[in-house]
């Protein structure tokens, strides 16, 4: 068996008692990426010499009583849209394709503090746009539950990575679902923090106002562990909130006795496959029967979360993206004539068309004699969607529903209708806009093998509400190995 079969919390415990040490844990990851990676394409950037002499200087320290923590030792991959210190970058896009920054992402130090040890960089989707990971200049990543569908994206290279056993655990971000819709495509357990409660300090910004890095794990345990790691107040973000606690663990209890759960009407209609509400709707008989208390509402403005939120996300990537011209670092054309002409070339040749299509979007919305009439618009859109939240959870402790709108889509199907790929977003993105934390968990398989997630979304820095009702579901079921892992 492999170790990378082991959940996150269980290798670490293993490497504690010295039953394997840091440096086999990395040299299975490793060994099961180049066997499988050729296939499923879920790194972009694997650097075997220097993960292994940090897996060898990690074990030293464990061994000296130094690093204790659940994670020490424990292999983690990290989407290429985090900074990490003298090793490329590249946000998955051509314009980046040398970068390597001068320093690390703040969530990334604060893993290697607590003694997690990096393999290397995930696929994702060009600077986050896109929820397939077709998008990618290397590449689509594939879905190890079968490599004719899409892993969802945009974190899927890290999903992929985490269902294909490629490592222990990983990093993503999330900026309208980017963890949570790839997480139920792959059949792993994604966490999207409340926003401000981990550092987006050396994450490379796509929409800052809605950006946030989260775990992505086997199960909810160890979604709760590399949480605890990751959250900290950072001076350096402007965003980021000092927490009251930090203790997430905590919530790991399979007691949901009296918790309410509201379920929005407006998430089962029309557009939902009958078989992955199916699924939701076998999950919640699970919960009820543990003792929550269920009750449907309406929660109304869902029509509204898209177009608001590609308003504000491109209008942010526009502006965000600005910085990529060819003069400092990355891509720059061979041939231009001025100034001027170099950045137009530059940018042409580094971005690709979806890329192109959000800072062309973003930049329309943002024009002077557009700016009311959309972008003032989607901001008040926003904040009402964020009151129709507030006032569900004056009720509910807990709001369940599906993470997407159908299991994975075939490689190429999105791509050819990137507005039928902005709707597949209908259930994650109103978690964004109101800054909102929310979790998705397996919860079955569709008829053709695919795995189906539901998402459980909670109000502002009450993590432990969808960790301990994630958590209590879980115990009924046993993590699914996806089959290509094994």
Not at 230 to 248: L, N, R
Not at 327 to 344: A, E, F, I, P, S
Not at 430 to 458: E, F, R, W, Y
Request: a negative charge.
């Amino acid at each position: 068996m492999s170790l990378m079969s082991l959940t996150a919390v269980e290798l670490g415990k293993k490497i504690a008692a010295g039953e394997v040490s840091a440096v086999e844990a990395m040299k299975d990851a490793l060994a099961q990426a180049k066997r499988l990676d050729d296939t499923y394409n879920c790194y972009v950037t694997v650097d075997e010499e220097a993960a292994l002499r940090e897996a060898e200087a990690v074990q030293q320290r464990i061994a000296a009583g130094e690093l204790t923590g659940p994670l020490a030792g424990v292999p983690v991959a990290i989407k290429d849209n985090m900074c990490t210190e003298g090793m490329l970058t590249t946000c998955s896009s051509k314009i980046l394709y040398n970068f390597k920054p001068t320093y690390t992402a703040e969530a990334v130090l604060n893993l290697k503090k607590a003694g997690a040890v990096v393999i290397g960089k995930t696929n994702m989707d060009e600077f986050a746009m896109g929820s397939t990971t077709e998008t990618s200049f290397f590449g689509p990543t594939k879905n190890p539950w079968n490599p004719e569908h899409v892993p969802g994206g945009s974190s899927g290279g890290s999903c992929a990575a985490v269902a294909a056993e490629e490592c222990s655990f990983a990093l993503g971000s999330d900026t309208g679902g980017s963890i949570r819709q790839p997480s139920s495509f792959c059949g792993v357990t994604g966490l999207k923090p409340t926003y401000g409660t981990v550092s987006r300090y050396g994450l490379i910004a796509y929409g800052s106002s809605l950006d946030q890095i989260g775990p992505i794990c086997k199960d909810v345990t160890d979604c709760a562990t590399v949480l605890e790691a990751i959250a900290s107040h950072d001076p350096k973000d402007s965003t980021s909130v000092h927490c009251e606690s930090y203790d997430f663990t905590a919530a790991l209890r399979d007691d949901v006795k009296g918790l309410r759960i509201g379920i929005p009407r407006d998430y089962f209609g029309d557009g939902l496959d009958a078989e992955v509400k199916e699924q939701i709707l076998k999950a919640t008989k699970v919960l009820e029967e543990k003792g929550a208390i269920l009750e449907e509402f309406d929660l109304s403005l869902v029509e509204y979360a898209i177009p608001a939120y590609y308003i504000i996300a491109s209008a942010e990537a526009s502006s965000n993206l600005a910085r990529f011209d060819g003069v400092k670092y990355g891509y720059r054309t061979r041939d231009y004539n001025g100034l001027h002409n170099m950045y137009k070339k530059s940018r042409s040749e580094g971005f690709g068309p979806e890329v192109k299509r959000r800072i062309m979007l973003g930049s329309f919305v943002l024009s002077s004699g557009y700016y009311d009439a959309y972008y003032l618009k989607a901001l008040k859109t926003k904040a009402l969607i964020k009151q129709a939240f507030d006032r569900a959870f004056a009720k509910y402790d807990v709001i369940l529903g599906p993470a997407a709108p159908t299991t994975a889509p075939k490689l190429g199907e999105s791509l050819s209708d990137p507005i039928k790929m902005y709707l597949g977003d209908i259930y994650t993105i109103s978690v964004n806009l109101a800054g909102l934390p929310g979790i998705t968990v397996p919860c079955g398989l569709d008829s053709k093998g695919l795995p189906v997630g539901m998402q459980l979304i909670g109000d502002c820095f009450k993590e432990a509400n969808i960790i301990r009702a994630a958590y209590a579901f879980e115990q009924s079921r046993s993590y699914a190995h996806c089959p290509a892992a094994e």
